[in-house]
């Protein structure tokens, strides 16, 4: 039985791997983050940056997606949390920059100064956010 256990363990540690990560925010509130981003830190790794209306329950819903579905590939990413509310300004700065049409909830994913994927409300999905990584 005690085998039977430790076997269950392994299967249930190898299963769901995922326990100890989570979504690391970073907020961001002005052009000159974004400016940053886009400049230097996409340069160096891929930045995922989430446009997020607090008061729509479809962005709600997308956030939560997100946060219950993290992997832990995306660690090695800067993940960017906008309050599109808070900031619009910057919202509009983003779609300028990096010529992506608005949208909320969006995922807008930066490398190298350009965005090569984004995608909004309920087609936001882990599996396609890995593959675009």
Same mark, same amino acid.
């Given at each position: 039985?005690? #085998?039977?256990? /430790?076997?269950?363990?392994?299967?249930?540690?190898?299963?769901?791997?995922?326990?100890?990560?989570?979504?690391?925010? /970073?907020?961001? +509130?002005? +052009?000159?983050?974004?400016?940053?981003?886009?400049?230097?830190?996409?340069?160096?790794? +891929?930045?995922?940056?989430?446009?997020?209306? +607090?008061?729509?329950?479809?962005?709600?819903? #997308? /956030?939560?997606?997100?946060?219950?579905?993290?992997? #832990?590939k995306l660690n090695a990413t800067s993940f960017y949390y906008l309050d599109l509310l808070a900031h619009r300004n910057v919202s509009n700065y983003i779609a300028q920059a990096l010529k992506v049409h608005h949208e909320s909830p969006q995922i807008v994913i930066v490398k190298e100064g350009e965005s090569p994927y984004d995608v909004s409300h309920l087609d936001i999905s882990m599996d396609d956010l890995l593959s675009e990584v």
């Open positions: 039985m005690l #085998a039977l256990l /430790k076997e269950l363990d392994v299967l249930t540690i190898s299963v769901f791997p995922l326990q100890n990560n989570r979504v690391n925010w /970073k907020s961001l +509130t002005s +052009t000159e983050e974004v400016d940053y981003i886009i400049n230097v830190e996409s340069n160096q790794k +891929t930045c995922i940056i989430f446009k997020h209306s +607090t008061t729509c329950s479809i962005s709600s819903i #997308a /956030k939560h997606r997100l946060e219950s579905d993290w992997h #832990a």
